[in-house]
């Protein structure tokens, strides 16, 4: 049974006890890291699958350092959040990567049944979920790219990670491919779930962007976008009414408005409790939204251009009514060089893991076949999935 932990105490540090004991009103922010950790493991309980949580070491640098991503007022070591899964000997290893706004937790309805095939590690990206949070110092989209694909890796030295699946979710989906493209030795196979970075400003379908910020509104919009607004400010900024917002927000996406299985209630709640935390704690890696995306969520530096030199074989997963657009991954596709499939997962959105569970584990299961599968090559798409 995977780890439990007591709802209001447990691994909480004697200076966040002694916050809480302020009355609620008072507590701006009541969140810190060791609270996101007791929401995740709160989460997580719902998961069958034993596990182990740990802080990997990804290094410290100090103030001033050449290093971009280390680039702080603080020498500080920084700690990559893992959650791994137990796992019958000689599996596959396949690494989760969350995307933006998000945290390794969002996969919790998924660990059972991927750890039933493969060795299961999700990560909290630096500056995201349960990791250190360091002050964002990055200007520009090298960067800010720099930050996370440098300091994933000096985790992956540290984990002794050689041959492994990478999955990366929507903005995570952007970071494992910019990972691949310069670590192809590492990846046997890439998984891009919803993946943004496939588009730009220069696309056809961008011209209602530069029409919406004409409007007075578009530059209202616009201007809050370069500068710096991020969604995880609004919930900081309600302080106290933050975690009403973020329930009626989860309610909403997955639930009322869900296009697949909606949460249970004990789900809703415990998944509500642990993304207020994950949003309301220091701002950090969150603050590279207008490094890596323009208004409209366009990639300044799309993976497009990048196309011709992938090197990993990959598979791209939309849910049927992922916002993301799937064409960006088909015009990729005329471009590789590699093997490259398109899967669409029906009765599911951007987050097509929670929407269609199992439709996703069958999805992600046939783009592993040949790790899974003595014959691969005889396998047919399973029932229900379809190729774009």
């Known amino acids: 049974m995977a780890e439990e932990i007591s ?8 200076k966040t006890k002694r916050l809480l004991s302020w009355p609620s009103v008072l507590r701006w922010i009541p969140t810190s890291t060791d609270r996101i950790i007791a929401a995740e493991k709160r989460l997580l309980s719902i998961v069958k699958t034993r596990y182990v949580q740990e802080h990997v070491n990804v290094g410290s640098g100090p103030p001033g350092s050449k290093v971009r991503w280390f680039r702080s007022s603080s020498n500080e070591p920084r700690f990559i959040n893992t959650v791994t899964f137990d796992s019958k000997p000689d599996s596959p290893t396949l690494v989760m990567i969350h995307g933006y706004a998000a945290s390794q937790g969002f996969f919790f309805r998924n ?11 999700a990560v909290d990206q630096l500056g995201w979920g349960g990791s250190s ?6 200007r520009s989209t090298e960067e800010t790219e720099a930050w ?5 890796e000096e985790w992956r030295k540290a984990k002794n990670l050689n041959n492994f699946i990478l999955l990366g979710h929507s903005f995570g989906g952007y970071v494992a491919a910019k990972y691949a493209l310069k670590h192809p030795e590492h990846v046997q196979h890439l998984i891009l779930v919803g993946s943004a970075g496939f588009s730009s400003e220069s696309d056809a379908k961008a ?13 209202v919009l616009n201007h809050l976008w370069e500068s710096n607004f991020t969604p995880q400010k609004l919930v900081r900024g309600l302080g106290p009414l933050g975690p009403n917002i973020v329930r009626r927000y989860t309610s909403a996406r997955f639930g009322t408005y869900s296009t697949g299985e909606i949460l249970t209630e004990e789900e809703s709640s415990l998944l ?26 366009f990639a300044r530096s799309p993976l497009l251009l990048s196309a011709s030199e992938w090197k990993v074989p990959t598979t791209f997963v939309y849910g049927f009514e992922d916002w993301m657009n799937y064409q960006g991954a088909q015009e990729a596709r005329k471009h590789m060089k590699v093997p490259c499939e398109i ?11 929670i929407d269609n569970p199992t439709g996703f584990h069958s999805a992600v299961f046939y783009a592993c076949r040949r790790f899974l599968k003595p014959d691969p090559d005889n396998e047919s798409l399973p029932e229900g999935l379809t190729s774009a």
């Open 7 to 14: 709802k209001n105490d447990a691994g909480l540090s004697s």
């Open 111 to 121: 660990f059972d049944a991927l750890a039933s095939r493969f060795r299961v590690i």
């Open 133 to 138: 949070r360091p002050d964002f110092t990055c």
């Open 148 to 152: 996370f694909i440098d300091s994933f």
């Open 207 to 219: 011209e209602w962007v530069t029409r919406f910020r004409a409007t007075w509104k578009g530059a």
């Open 272 to 297: 509500t409790d642990y993304v207020y935390h994950t949003l309301a704690a220091k701002a950090s890696g969150e603050l590279c939204l207008k490094y890596i995306f323009s208004f409209g969520a």
């Open 343 to 353: 899967i669409r997962v029906p009765k599911g959105g951007h987050f097509v893991f």
